[in-house]
């Protein structure tokens, strides 16, 4: 079945506490995104990747890292998160680039006390 | 950079009746894709428009793209429980998409 897998789905975690959300797609796609998604603001961008190893950032970066070491996987990293960050976060994958159909995952809702 | 507003925040209506949401942008736009998250869920891709003034039509969903390429439209007809959720539209280039913020339906049964 053609998927997006996020994990994990839920996290309560603390400020200053390193932590990865991982993203893995097993259709090929070559273009990946992670959004947050809060009330209000919608969904917003954090950062994109076209290919492997080509990486960019979204409309809100500020405090995430991501690598694309691999075609599948796409992981989001804060490495020192805050509250603001408390947030829903998707991961979506599309064939080959940003305005094409977007799959998204099932979503990862962190909560940073 | 490019937005797209979308109207209205939200709408509210008894099951049988018609809603419509639409999207409008001050630029031309080379595309226009919808989207609907269900309550708990995830946005799933209904359609992509293209081509100036395109219709398009999924059983009861009627989708419109302006004739100037600015704006855009989502017609539900006789509305029913199942079509709860919030309505996205999203433009955008290669490198991203831009969302608006959402339709939120409610549907009185």
């Known amino acids: 079945e053609a998927q997006v897998t996020q994990n994990p789905r839920y996290l309560i975690t603390v400020t200053g506490k390193k932590l990865t959300v991982t993203c893995s797609q097993n259709?090929?796609?070559?273009?990946m995104s992670w959004y947050r998604q809060d009330p209000g603001l919608g969904l917003r961008q954090i950062y994109y990747s076209m290919n492997v190893e080509v990486t960019d950032k979204g409309d809100v970066p500020e405090g995430y890292k991501v690598s694309r070491k691999e075609k599948r996987n796409f992981p989001l990293i804060l490495e020192s998160p805050s509250p603001n960050q408390t947030s829903l976060y998707f991961c979506?994958?599309?064939?080959?680039?940003?305005?094409?159909?977007?799959?998204f995952g099932d979503g990862t809702r962190l909560s940073i006390l | 950079g490019q937005q797209v507003m979308q109207i209205p925040q939200y709408q509210h209506v008894q099951e049988g009746e018609d809603f419509t949401t639409y999207c409008n942008s001050s630029?031309?736009?080379?595309?226009i894709q919808w989207y609907k998250q269900r309550p708990g869920g995830h946005p799933v891709f209904l359609i992509q428009l293209v081509k100036s003034g395109e219709v398009k039509k999924q059983k009861r969903l009627t989708f419109q793209f302006g004739e100037a390429k600015k704006n855009s439209s989502l017609h539900i007809t006789a509305t029913q429980t199942t079509d709860v959720g919030t309505y996205f539209c999203?433009?955008?280039?290669?490198?991203?998409?831009?969302w608006g913020l959402g339709t939120s339906l409610a549907v009185n049964p």
């Open positions: 259709m090929n796609h070559e273009y």
């Open positions: 630029t031309t736009l080379s595309n």
């Open positions: 999203a433009v955008g280039n290669n490198r991203k998409l831009i």
């Open positions: 979506a994958s599309s064939l080959s680039e940003g305005r094409q159909p977007q799959h």
